[in-house]
Nanobody, 124 residues
């Protein structure tokens, strides 16, 4: 069972930036797609971004395109989420997840391992 540990969350003013990291245990990190989801209080968990096994294919939620970028470093077993021009509505608990296969999915059911999450709070 892979372990995923997110970091990099925090409190930031609107317009600011944060980079989230997710470190994965195990030797098979590079074989799987990875993704980020978020859940705000009282709302359902929503897809943020995903990346395929080699980093060449990425998807970002339409509302976050141009502001959020997903990337990965297979040598470090780490996936990143760079978030720029943050808005108060980006406030949520951000989760890292591992895909069931090497391709980059968007549905939460296509991910089989989840981290505990890192809190992002954007003040206005």
């Amino acid at each position: 069972q892979v372990q995923l540990v997110e970091s990099g969350g925090g409190l930031v003013q609107a317009g600011g930036s944060l980079r989230l990291s997710c470190a994965a245990s195990g030797r098979t990190f590079s074989s799987y797609a990875m993704g980020w989801f978020r859940q705000a209080p009282g709302k359902e968990r929503e897809f943020v971004a995903s990346i395929n096994w080699n980093g060449r294919i990425t998807y970002v939620q339409d509302s976050m395109k141009g502001r959020f970028t997903i990337s990965r470093d297979n040598a470090k077993n780490t996936v990143y989420l760079q978030m720029n021009s943050l808005k108060p509505e980006d406030t949520a608990l951000y989760y890292c997840a591992r895909g069931r296969t090497s391709w980059a999915p968007k549905a939460s059911t296509d991910f089989d391992s989840w981290g505990q999450g890192t809190q992002v709070t954007v003040s206005s």
